[in-house]
């Protein structure tokens, strides 16, 4: 007999609730047979067939074979021709995730720059755009309709591969509700802004379709989850302002009303200089882009943060006494707060990302220094501190790939919802 799991009580199991299980079932042992957002290649490395999924999942071949017929029509997998393989009988067609299909829109908007990209299933960036420019000066509604604009840039390229948008999320620096409210973001100067109102049936958005808004630092690590992090990390994005997000155990921990990781209003020196939030001595002060920038004496040129960062970086290669001393404050303060979080949370990674990534080389001796002397379980169990995987694409790549998991985990949805020939 077919298992769909169990269920408490005794409420039977209807056909299409066994059927939706089912789908997901056979989508998660394909993605996860292929390397694909939902898992990690495994074994041999080879595409599963219809029969290795039948054998791994208890289901019979008849009802695997119709699961990925449906899966193939919703363009969710397509077949691969076989691996080689000695012995008797044909081998059998493997499944992968289509690359071809559905695609999530992935938006960031950040103190001086916006970002737009589209994933497809199998995770792979099929296009990316940024706009550089200090959104501070201008109001909330004008940054959004900028951002919209960038959208139609990207979705405009993925129509023309012949690609499927499944949906939108949107990375925001700042505390945002689960309805998509941005109630602070106190480095662009925003507050209660309701986004989803704001962009509501905007056509580079899908129109009606629905639009998801999260904690830049949120998807952050959560598209660093899915390049291949480790189950349990703290990620640390630095910016002008610093955000954090806390995987444990493969879920990201978001606090009871989903404003956790606001690490850069941590206070490292409590009597130190007043903050944008209000308060005094938070670490932005110390280990904001901007704070790094004006300590190695490069806060007043005429150039984009990112040629700032990147003429820093080249100051550091280099061994010029003010970017090294810059990058040493910075990484010292940034490793106090860090330890706090490790010494309350007990995580054995953490990773540094937007412009933390390029500064690791300089900033992770810092950090590491600093929590080795502070976290009181160093001594036998040592914390790595990293660079990104995805560097500063880490947020919008997360964002996206928030949009292509919903779909991975819910393909009944999809096939419902998506009208095929």
Known sequence: MEQAGTRSGDTPVRQASLREHNLGLVLRHIAAGTGGPAGRAGGDGRAPSRADIAAATGLTRATVSALVDDLIGGRLVTEVAPARRTGAGRPALGLVLAGTGPVGLGLEINVDYLAACVVDLTGRVRHRAVHRADQRPAAPAEVLARVADLAGTVRTEAERQGLVHAGSALAVPGLVTA??????????????????????????LGGGAALSVENEANLAALGELHAGGPASFLYVSGEIGIGAGLVLDGALLRGARGWSGELGHVAVRPDGPRCGCGAHGCLERYAGQDAILAAAGLADQQVTSDEAVARLTRLAGAAEPAALRALATAGAALGVAVAGVINVLDVDTVVLGGVYAPLAPWLVPAVGAEVAG??????????????????????VVGAAGSVVRAVLDRPARWLADTVRP
Do not use: Q
């Not at 309805?179 to 580079?204: E, M, Q």
């Not at 502070?374 to 947020?395: E, I, N």
């Open 179 to 204: 309805d998509g409210v941005v109630r602070l973001a106190p480095n662009l100067g925003w507050r209660d802004v309701d986004v989803p109102a704001v962009l509501h049936g905007h056509p580079a």
């Open 374 to 395: 502070r976290v009181l379980t160093a001594g036998w169990s040592p914390v790595t501190v990293r660079a990104s995987r995805l560097g500063g694409d880490a947020a």
